[in-house]
Structure formats: C-alpha cells, structure tokens
C-alpha cells in the first residue's frame, strides 16, 4: 500500500469535523424517504394522467420517470453505501465505494440534463429556440456522454492510493485536473443553454403572467442546482494543492469527502427538480390518488356488508327474492343516470 507525503487539502478541518460529518449523515439519511415518496408522486402522475396529455408532454414524462426511477433505485442503495462504509478502512473498499459513488453522481447529472432539457422546450411553442434545444441535445450526447463513459471507466482502470493529508491517513484518487475540469465546463455549458432555452421565448414575445411565473420558477430551481454542481467540481479541482515529488503536479482528491459532497450535491439537484413542479401538482397528485384509493375501497366494502346483511337474512320465498333482484336492477339503472 503506498503511501504519499500530502501537501495540504482545502477547507480539510472544515470536511473532517464532527459537525459536518453529523449533518451530510442525517441529510443522506433522509434522503430515501424523500426520493420514495417524489417519486410515488411523480409515477403515479404519469400513470394516472396517461391517457390524457398532448404528445409534447410524453416526452417530459419519459425523462421525468426515468431520471425519479434511477435515483430511486440507484440512489437509495448508495447513499446507503456512502454512510455505512467508510474508504479509508482499506483500498478495496475505497475503490468499491468510489467508482459506485462516482457513476452514480455522473449518471445522475446526464439524466437530470436530459429531464432539464425536455421540460425547457415545453415552454418554446414557436420552436424558436429549437436551434438552441437541438444543439444542446447533441451537445448532451457528444462531449458530455464519452467524459462521463471516460470517468466510469477511469473508476475500473486506476485504482485508488493513501496520502497523508494534515497527519492523518487517507485513500485519495489522483487525477491531472482535465476530466474534472472537462465534466465541470461541459455541465456549466448544458446547464446555461437549458436556461436560455427555457427563458427566451417568454422574454422574446409577450405571454401570460402564469407562464412566466413557471419560467421564472424553472429558472431559479436550475441556477441553484447548476450552482451546487459547479461549486463541486471547482472545489474537485483545486482542493489539493498538488505533489511535485515527482516533478509534475499530482493532484488529489480524498475520497471520504467528496463522496459525501456529490451526495449532497445530488440531493439538491433532486430537491431542485422536484421544486420546479407547483407545490399544488402534489396537492393535485395525493388528492386525486386518495380519491381513486376511495373508490376502490368504499364498493369492496359496500358489498361486503350487503353480503353479510344478506346471509343473517333469512329467504322467505320466491316472490320477496325476485323483488330484490328488481330492485336492485333499478337502483343500478338509476345510479347510471
């Protein structure tokens, strides 16, 4: 196991204490119960809504369960991973929970750009961003699709190392500054075109006071999730201040920390996403849900005590027999009209 003499980590008391530490537990923590519901909420508006939405909307609906459903069943399980093992135990678990840590952060961030830009072209009726939406499409899947195959495979190829960092041991990835940088710039990129394609028809041509106050609202949601992912990958790339040991500059990264960072960075892209919907969609969603379990629920047990009525009641020939059969043709007749 090597060994390597640390220079220094940025705002490394601050990321070591047991205040931090407390805090990202008890928000990773909370983080499944949340996700579990948000997406309940968010499948159950597709599935009950299926059959009456405009095709411009299926696509968004896509995206959205797609993007609810890996956080949901990725997620779960390692933000779970993330708080139970602890990298610095040994390299193998270091590895481990890194490259699973990491693609779940990189995977999460490419379907949150896809989910961002469908529901940004909902807003562009004219198509006069469709330029722009188009670009940026390719723009996803071109440059940002082969850094993120680039940073899952690095995960399986290198393996992790031990520096000393302030005294104390740690496993910490190496890296040159590019990948980081490139995934930062790229997701910089994504995230203003997205906003411009969200924005600008409604400040090109006049609409109503509700669609801006939806943009507006899409807008904020966004410039705070491009914010925390940006802030991630400045503080990724200039945490270490490097290792000329060996006549290059060798940054790092120490895993314990930035693993517990990009959850939290992802649960503020979900808590964002999530916010871009009204709070009166879930109000809409629990209420026709309820209304629906309802339903259900109060025939099964309306017939369940006419049969019971019906069985401490004892048959006094044909004729009372075929006036309940009657009568309840009628009612049912009746409740049709």
């Known amino acids: 196991e090597e060994l390597l ?147 899952i495979a690095a995960q399986v190829i290198w393996s992790r190392v031990y520096h000393d960092v302030n005294g104390h041991r740690h496993c910490v990835e190496e890296h040159t500054r590019i990948t980081p940088a490139l995934l930062g710039i790229i997701d910089f990129g994504i995230s203003i075109a997205c906003m411009v394609v969200l924005a600008a028809p409604t400040i090109i041509a006049p609409t109503t006071k509700a669609v801006r106050e939806v943009v507006i609202r899409n807008c904020t949601v966004m410039a705070i999730a491009t914010t925390a992912t940006s802030l991630f990958f400045v503080y990724v790339i200039t945490a270490s201040n490097g290792d000329k040991t060996e006549e290059r500059d060798r940054h790092y990264l120490i895993v314990r920390i930035v693993l517990r960072l990009g959850a939290l960075v992802v649960y503020t892209n979900f808590l964002m996403v999530s916010l871009s919907w009204p709070i009166t969609f879930y109000r809409k969603i629990v209420s026709e849900g309820m209304k629906k379990i309802g339903s259900t629920v109060t025939p099964s047990m309306s017939g369940a005590l006419n049969r019971g009525k019906n069985e401490s009641q004892p048959v006094h020939g044909h004729h009372r027999g075929s006036s309940k059969f009657l009568s309840g043709r009628i009612s049912m007749h009746g409740s049709g009209r």
């Open 5 to 151: 003499a640390g220079m220094g980590y940025l705002f490394y008391d601050s990321f070591t204490s047991e205040t931090f530490y407390i805090t990202s537990t008890v928000i990773i923590a909370s983080y499944p119960v949340q996700i579990i519901i948000l997406t309940f909420a968010h499948f159950s508006a597709v599935l009950l809504n299926k059959h009456r939405i405009m095709e411009s909307v299926r696509k968004v609906n896509v995206e959205t369960m797609i993007y609810y459903g890996f956080n949901c069943l990725a997620g779960i399980p390692v933000g779970s991973m993330i708080l139970i093992y602890d990298p610095d135990r040994s390299l193998t678990t270091c590895n481990v929970t890194y490259g699973v840590g990491t693609t779940m952060i990189i995977l999460s961030n490419l379907f949150l750009y896809r989910l961002l830009l469908s529901k940004s072209t909902l807003y562009d009726p004219m198509s006069q961003m469709s330029r722009l939406s188009t670009l940026t499409w390719w723009f996803i899947h071109l440059f940002y699709l082969p850094v993120v195959c680039y940073g």
